[in-house]
């Protein structure tokens, strides 16, 4: 089954292929990474930011049409830039509360594990900053959501007072209700990564928790390798059933994996020198244009079902050898209940249910972000 699984791997798009691997054998994570995703008020150009403030909030197309020197626009972009980054802020705090809340409660949070045990037990290597650092962030953090909130009051008195004189008028209750509103709606992606990221710390916490509770049981090799047989088998088959959501999402949206595109470009190709040959007359090429086409649609629809069929024989694989490792455990305890006690069985299970949790919100991710990176194959 690995060289099916790998096969079917390989087919999917570059941007696809690279990501569905990274959650399973990733460094200590960036915390700067999501930072892409925060929207700049201040370097877009005028015409951008206008169209940003117009399609963010409901009255957002008729407040523009009062912006209509670059003064206006300025004081605009200064007040929205400065909620945009206390949002950010705010951000930022949950996301350090998470990780304070749950270093609270571990005495060993701050130990590591390497790569290699990472890589054997599917899972990470979290990134556990020092309790005395996340404090530390925490307490920065206040302090800059202080500053803004001051810094906000007064670039907000400011443009009331120049609001007065603006013609045409702009209802001000209305104009800082959209500015809210505007940053919101062009955080939300923003808001996605860090949701995500600290959904990520607490399903990897309780994840290796569950592994540390294992090995503190002292399980010896036979019940250690029965265990990293059931983890891996729950991993691949999780891996695969991401691949193949992702892989029908592609055909759904007829953005297609990067060989079958190149194929069918192949083809196409063929066909238009075929096409302009000068020996066929007008009709002629008509007629052989309309028969490749076919040819190459219906190659395009066989090449899908084989990819989906490869999936669900991976699958329908995975499933029976889990059984049949699952079976071979439950025998186990039967006949030899002091080595594979009913505790250590337990946390074996327990684990592999986190492990579908934390595959689970991966994919949820994946699926949602993955095709405003991927682009679009079109078929014409």
């Given at each position: 089954h690995n060289s099916k699984k790998s096969k079917i791997t390989r087919t999917?798009?570059?941007a696809a292929a690279s990501n569905i691997s990274s959650p399973i054998n990733e460094n200590e994570e960036n915390m700067n990474d999501i930072e892409q995703y925060k929207p700049h008020h201040l370097k877009v150009s005028d015409r951008i930011f206008k169209q940003l403030f117009a399609n963010g909030s409901d009255n957002?197309?008729?407040?523009?049409?009062?912006?209509?020197?670059?003064e206006k626009i300025q004081c605009i972009r200064e007040v929205t830039e400065i909620t945009n980054n206390f949002h950010f802020k705010d951000f930022q705090e949950k996301l350090w509360q998470t990780y304070?809340?749950?270093?609270?409660?571990?005495?060993?949070?701050?130990?590591?594990?390497?790569?290699?045990?990472a890589h054997e037990h599917n899972t990470?290597?979290?990134?556990?900053?020092?309790k005395s650092f996340v404090q530390q962030r925490q307490i920065i953090i206040v302090k800059q959501k202080q500053q803004l909130q001051i810094k906000l009051q007064e670039n907000l008195s400011q443009l009331l007072n120049q609001i007065?004189?603006?013609?045409?008028?702009?209802?001000?209750?209305?104009?800082?209700?959209?500015?809210?509103?505007?940053?919101?709606?062009n955080l939300r992606r923003l808001k996605e990564e860090y949701l995500f990221k600290m959904d990520m710390i607490k399903l990897n916490w309780a994840d290796q928790n569950l592994i540390r509770?294992?090995?503190e049981l002292i399980?010896?090799?036979?019940?250690?390798?029965?265990?990293?047989?059931?983890?891996?088998i729950a991993a691949d088959e999780l891996r695969t059933k991401e691949n193949q959501e992702i892989f029908r999402q592609c055909i759904y949206l007829k953005r297609l994996p990067n060989k079958i595109e190149q194929l069918l470009n192949n083809l196409l190709d063929h066909n238009r020198k075929t096409v302009n040959n000068s020996f066929y007359d007008e009709d002629q090429r008509a007629s052989c244009d309309s028969r490749c086409l076919k040819m190459i649609n219906q190659c395009q629809f066989n090449l899908m079902l084989i990819y989906l069929d490869e999936f669900t024989m991976c699958l329908d694989r995975y499933e029976k050898t889990y059984q049949k490792l699952k079976d071979q455990l439950k025998k186990n305890n039967r006949e030899n209940p002091?080595?594979?006690?009913?505790?250590?069985?337990?946390?074996?299970?327990?684990?592999?249910q986190a492990m579908i949790h934390r595959f689970n919100r991966i994919r949820q991710y994946r699926l949602k972000t993955f095709f405003d990176q991927a682009p679009a194959v079109h078929l014409n």
């Open positions: 999917l798009p570059t957002g197309s008729q407040l523009v049409k009062c912006l209509n020197t670059p304070a809340t749950i270093s609270s409660t571990d005495n060993k949070w701050e130990s590591k594990i390497t790569k290699k045990f990470c290597r979290m990134y556990r900053p020092k007065v004189t603006w013609q045409p008028s702009i209802d001000t209750t209305l104009l800082s209700d959209a500015i809210d509103t505007c940053v919101r709606h509770k294992f090995y399980p010896n090799d036979d019940v250690i390798q029965a265990a990293k047989q059931l983890w891996q002091i080595i594979y006690t009913n505790i250590l069985i337990d946390l074996i299970e327990q684990r592999r």
